[in-house]
């Protein structure tokens, strides 16, 4: 028979459960150099996020090419997925993340040799974990510039200038900010990619898009395959930034969570602004623009998600949907540049945006690991913040060049007129698609 509970006994015994409760949770607390469950749980599931944006980015760059073209903006994507995951594996990571140089990395980590199981530092997830969290990046940033010369690569040269430029672009400047560089000790913060993965690959568009010259009928009013698809990749995209930003905080804690607040508030503000302007410009919004506004948002917050504090998020919201709407307009229209999915506008502006506004306004209360911004009272981030934006904005261009010029000697990077009339997925690949 159970005895009643008094008043005083029920409160022993809620006490004594929270504590049962607690205790376990005070032992679990995470401690440097160990591996942490819950830490690494999270970067677990933050890499097969951003996995995922390749495919989304294949999606979303797929939906706005003709029919005839599919297959081929799909398989560019993907294939990156295979191309730099291995390359990162064999030697990329390396040239990223080993070593002390400044300008780029050493092999002791060939093959990821050394790459094990058991934290060092201050880390509290195995370093293999790290070195997967990180290859999904550089899968994913090459694939961005696959935008800017949509419909007419030549797919065999594609693969050589993703594998060049992983080498001689991405993983440089991966070293620069991320890997203890030069950057990174001139004191220039990236939170998730600002420089590395969207300036990179926004700038190097702008190069590519000027030497693969314009598409044949560029100018002409195009339908885009399918809307519906372009909503798709948009939405696989938003899902798996949350991983690509929260993630970068490397462990289960406030600062992911704050990433994750600040990640949904830009795109937000951002798409919403794009949708203004367009209508503007244009006298009507448009679900492609929408969601142009959406990505726009989202690299802009990228370098800044952890450093900055929620207000600062909107603010810089408002400069990518405005800011990068015009700039794609001005490309096209003014300049008359084919950069066929405004990659530039999107990715270079937007990257620009985010890293200059980590300079203007990051601050401390939001990240102790970071550094006020010039609206903070910080005196020199902005100055470092700058001298990024210039080094990998030049760097990216010249590099870029450079390999484009040199692939093209040997293989001709642009696709012959007959085949880009028929179409990439017929000529290049022996496949179509067929709308029943």
Known sequence: MLKKINGRGLIQTALMAALAVLVPLAAHAAKPGVVDTGDTAWILTASALVLLMTPGLAFFYAGMVRTKNVVSTLLQNLIAVAVIGVLWVVIGYSLAF??????????????????????????????????????????????LITGAFAERVNFKAWIAVLVLW???????????????????????????GGYVVHMTAGYSALVAAILFGKRADFGLAVKPYNLGLIVLGTGLLWFGWFGFNAGSALAANGLAAHAFATTFIASAVAMLLWTLVDTIKDGKPTAMGGCIGVVAGLVAITPAAGFVDYCSAAIIGVLAGVLCNLVARIVKGKFKIDDSLDVFACHGIGGTIGVIAVGLFGTTAVNSAGANGLLNGGNTLLTSQLIGVGAVAVYSVVVTFIIIKLVNVVIKVRASSADEAIGLDASQHGERIINI
């Open 166 to 192: 992983s080498l001689a672009v991405y993983s440089p400047v991966a070293h620069w900010v991320w890997g203890g560089g030069w950057l990174f000790t001139k004191g220039a913060l990236d939170f998730a």
């Open 98 to 143: 080993s070593g002390t140089g400044k300008y780029i990395g050493d092999t002791a980590a060939l093959f990821l040799k050394g790459v094990g199981q058991t934290p060092s530092g201050a880390a509290t997830i195995p370093p293999v974990l790290f070195a997967m969290f990180q290859m999904m990046f550089a899968i994913i940033t090459p694939a």
